[in-house]
């Protein structure tokens, strides 16, 4: 295993900083208008948005450079399930790359049993991922709390997950 930071850590940045350049083949993902930022194919949108044009609720969870939140768009009241990440934080631990990573597989992954990451937004201070809100919370959650599933039970509750 590799150790992330000295020597190892800066070859791989280069690396995937190079990724990062390579075009995409098409321009187009799923048939759908892109936007293209440094060479990258986006579906969702990086948007011009504010923190304040949000109305906040519960903390779905928090990690050690983000949070995930509730959050509902005040003009069209669409809810959403707002990451917001600490730029400073990201910066001073080198996680760049992982935050540069995690937008890009979000944006081009497309299933039903995985959130949709809708748009981005960032200012001085933190960068937002808006993903689609699932209120149920998430399936391994479901599963913890009850213990043991029947597929009965694990189908019925997928479903609901998914309504939701």
Not at 88 to 106: C, D, G, P, Q, T
Request: aromatic fraction near 8%; charged fraction near 30%; charge should be neutral.
């Amino acid at each position: 295993m590799r150790a992330v930071g000295g020597e190892d850590g800066e070859a791989m940045e280069r690396e995937f900083e190079a990724k990062l350049q390579q075009p995409l083949p098409g321009g187009v993902a799923g048939g759908k208008a892109v936007q293209r930022t440094n060479s990258i194919a986006f579906r969702a949108p990086q948007e011009q948005f504010t923190i304040k044009d949000f109305e906040l609720g519960k903390v779905f969870g928090v990690g050690s450079f983000s949070q995930v939140v509730r959050a509902k768009k005040k003009d069209i009241g669409n809810v959403y399930a707002l990451k917001i990440m600490d730029k400073k934080f990201i910066a001073k631990e080198n996680k760049v790359s992982y935050v540069k990573m995690e937008r890009i597989v979000l944006d081009q992954l497309d299933h039903p049993g995985i959130s949709r990451l809708c748009f981005t937004f960032q200012d001085t201070h933190s960068l937002y991922m808006a993903l689609e809100c699932c209120e149920g919370g998430e399936l391994f959650d479901q599963i913890t709390r009850k213990g043991y599933l029947s597929e009965d039970e694990a189908a019925s509750m997928l479903l609901k997950l998914l309504m939701l």
